[in-house]
């Protein structure tokens, strides 16, 4: 079991940051890659970003590309999500996931899920 906990979040305006940071605890973390996704009212859950289980392979959406940016710390069981010139096109749920191993864009393949954090973009 790897359980992960998000904090982070919250009402910016359009082109501020925010850094979205998701904890993990249980099995090894290092083992794990770890996925963002996020969910819009009415909307399918849509990947963000995922970084692979080294932190040597990141992956963004093309919406996403060039403003947010992947790490992780597995010193410290975390992952963050740093994102840049916010749109409100950005605003949804967010949500981490941990996947074993290798990373991947399909959030089906993912085995565990933080708790979600709501992002809101003002214009």
């Known amino acids: 079991q790897v359980q992960l906990v998000q904090s982070g979040g919250g009402l910016v305006q359009a082109g501020g940051s925010l850094r979205l940071s998701c904890a993990a605890s249980?099995?090894?973390?290092?083992?794990?890659?770890i996925g963002w996704f996020r969910q819009a009212p009415g909307k399918e859950r849509e990947f963000v970003a995922a970084?692979?289980?080294?932190?040597?392979?990141?992956y963004y959406a093309d919406s996403v590309k060039g403003r947010f940016t992947i790490s992780r710390d597995n010193a410290k069981n975390t992952v963050y999500l740093q994102m840049n010139s916010l749109k409100p096109e950005d605003t949804a749920v967010y949500y981490c996931?941990?996947?074993?191993?290798?990373?991947?864009?399909?959030?089906?393949?993912?085995?565990?899920w933080g708790q979600g954090t709501q992002v809101t973009v003002s214009s």
């Open positions: 996931a941990a996947r074993y191993y290798s990373a991947s864009s399909y959030h089906q393949e993912y085995e565990y």
């Open positions: 249980g099995r090894t973390f290092s083992n794990y890659a």
């Open positions: 970084i692979s289980w080294s932190g040597g392979s990141t």
